[in-house]
């Protein structure tokens, strides 16, 4: 009787072996990628697995390697086009280095995070990447390293964590954006940001738990200060996460009769839906309102007028942090670096004198 072939899905490293006319150790070295072996013996091996249509267990590889193969990555908002720019530079220096990535999201909520990390590092994750929800709830990533599970952190610096962190200069950011904006003459403007409170007021900086935003904030409110503007914390708003909530917040404010002059955007998806908010009360940008946005989204550059931006490097911060990772996955051992990455303010056309300063313009 004629033997059956071999089913793809049940080939073996020994039928590998069989094949390639060498002993299972062998095909097991050149399969898993580990040990030596010659050019020669590497090609049959390879040959033989690509006939059989061998898969490799990656179970069985980890517990050989003492690898899995992958890396592990915890966003706050997979839907945010800046974390898919820099998930996106990620994946490319990963796949090149040979790791798979495994993307969770946390929502900015740290019982989810906590939970992803879980769930990553029973995975047997080679190295993990966080965007830490919180900057004082943050003992579940001491316990990465401990663990023997390399950490670094993305856009969002932790003092009391002494790891690889890479992030952009926020606070250099708002501060560049919100001067140009008193330097046109404003005076009453609005920071909007995803980040809350339970009763939805900024009381002081520290309830800000976000890294990223308190740096932005923090450059707001100084350059807001230094200017002389009172209570430049009751310009910032909060709670603005997701399109209804974002869109909510935008109408109030714009039909407020304390109606902000110019307004800043912590994010392209909390700016499309002020630029959206505008359109729909018949308002104008910038004669009625001016904007700028965080982020160069593709979007901001091809709508009439085109979004003044705080360009951030974020394919960039995606790449570094991950080969940073992977530096300390392959053995490196060095002092925690903290990388910050310059911005770029993009003007357009989204920024101009509010009305009451151009119609008190002398005539020419």
Not at 218 to 224: D, I, N, P, T, W
Request: glycine letters at 6%; proline letters at 4%.
């Amino acid at each position: 009787m004629e033997q059956s072939p071999i089913k793809k899905s049940s080939v073996t490293v020994a039928d590998v072996a069989r094949a390639a006319g060498v002993s299972k150790a062998t095909a097991a070295r050149v399969l898993g990628s580990y040990g030596t072996v010659s050019d020669a013996v590497r090609a049959k091996v390879s040959e033989a697995a690509a006939a059989l249509g061998y898969r490799p267990n990656e179970l069985a590889r980890s517990m050989t390697t003492g690898r899995s193969g992958t890396i592990g990555v915890v966003v706050g908002d997979i839907e945010n086009p800046f974390f898919s720019s820099a998930v996106r530079g990620i994946a490319d220096v990963a796949r090149l280095a040979g790791f798979t990535v495994i993307l969770t999201n946390s929502g900015e909520d740290i019982a989810a995070e906590k939970a992803a990390i879980r769930t990553l590092l029973a995975k047997r994750v080679d190295g993990l990447i966080v965007s830490a929800a919180s900057t004082s709830d943050f003992e579940h990533l001491l316990e990465i390293p401990d663990s023997g599970c390399p950490l670094v952190l993305l856009d969002r610096a932790i003092s009391g964590i002494e790891v690889d962190t890479v992030t952009t200069d926020d606070r250099a950011a708002a501060e560049q954006a919100t001067d140009i904006l008193i330097r046109k003459g404003h005076r009453t403007m609005a920071y909007i940001t995803a980040c809350d409170t339970p009763d939805h007021r900024l009381h002081t900086l520290n309830d800000l738990q976000t890294g990223s935003v308190r740096q932005r904030v923090e450059g707001f409110v100084a350059v807001c200060a230094d200017a002389g503007i009172a209570a430049p914390l009751e310009m910032v708003h909060l709670g603005a996460n997701g399109r209804e909530k974002c869109a909510k917040i935008a109408l109030e404010l714009l039909q407020s009769p304390q109606k902000p002059s110019a307004i800043i955007a912590s994010d392209s998806l909390i700016a499309l839906e002020v630029f959206k908010a505008v359109q729909q009360l018949g308002l104008s940008i910038p004669k009625d309102v001016s904007l700028i946005a965080f982020h160069d989204a593709d979007w901001t550059a091809v709508t009439s007028p085109p979004i003044t931006v705080i360009g951030q490097p974020v394919y960039l911060l995606g790449e570094t942090v991950a080969s940073l990772l992977i530096e300390r996955i392959n053995g490196a051992e060095l002092q925690a670096r903290r990388i910050v990455l310059p911005t770029e303010l993009i003007e357009r056309k989204s920024v101009d004198a509010p009305i009451e300063v151009v119609s008190s313009r002398p005539a020419r």
